[in-house]
């Protein structure tokens, strides 16, 4: 006879949020989303590919494109691998969610791979850090990098129009 023991439920519960938006090539542009990141970031915030909008965060910005909003301009894998001051409690990650989108917003630039941004995030976050990720897809730290995830945001834009999914992770 196989012994089989009743797996328990994890202790937390994964919070799923709905939400009808429309859709801007700057995500935060957008009132709703821009709201949405805001009220669930904590401390000290990097936005990684920081786009045109300024958010009313204690926030680092960084976007490669020289024109943008950012401190710094630099290809998102250079600047996590350069970085060297405080740690972050909260990291946005908002990249062009796909390489044709790369191409057009950063003038035939691509950008980094990012899986090998993931690796190297762990190194300058706080423990119990915040990574939120925006994608078409549910691009999530994972739990091989030490990451749970606490929250999803389906962003339903409507008609045939791709849904955005947001995901909020906690580093254990």
Not at 39 to 47: E, F, R
Not at 102 to 117: D, Q, T, V, W
Not at 155 to 165: E, N, V
Request: aromatic share 10%; charged share 30%.
């Amino acid at each position: 006879m196989i012994n089989r023991k009743k797996s328990k439920l994890n202790e937390s519960k994964l919070i799923i949020e709905y939400m009808k938006t429309t859709l801007n090539k700057y995500t935060f542009s957008n009132k709703r989303i821009r709201t949405w990141v805001e009220k669930n970031s904590n401390g000290y915030v990097l936005n990684l590919f920081a786009g045109e909008t300024k958010l009313n965060l204690n926030e680092v910005r960084n976007d490669i494109h020289e024109d943008s909003n950012a401190e710094y301009h630099k290809d998102a894998l250079c600047f996590v691998k350069e970085w060297d001051g405080e740690k972050f409690d909260t990291v946005i990650l908002d990249p062009p969610y796909s390489i044709r989108k790369s191409m057009e917003l950063y003038h035939g630039r691509k950008m980094s791979e990012f899986n090998a941004i993931k690796d190297e995030l762990k190194r300058i976050l706080k423990p119990q850090a915040l990574v939120i990720t925006f994608g078409y897809h549910s691009n999530s730290m994972g739990e091989s990098r030490g990451f749970k995830q606490n929250k999803i945001l389906l962003m339903s834009h409507g008609g045939a129009i791709h849904d955005t999914i947001a995901v909020i992770e906690i580093l254990k």
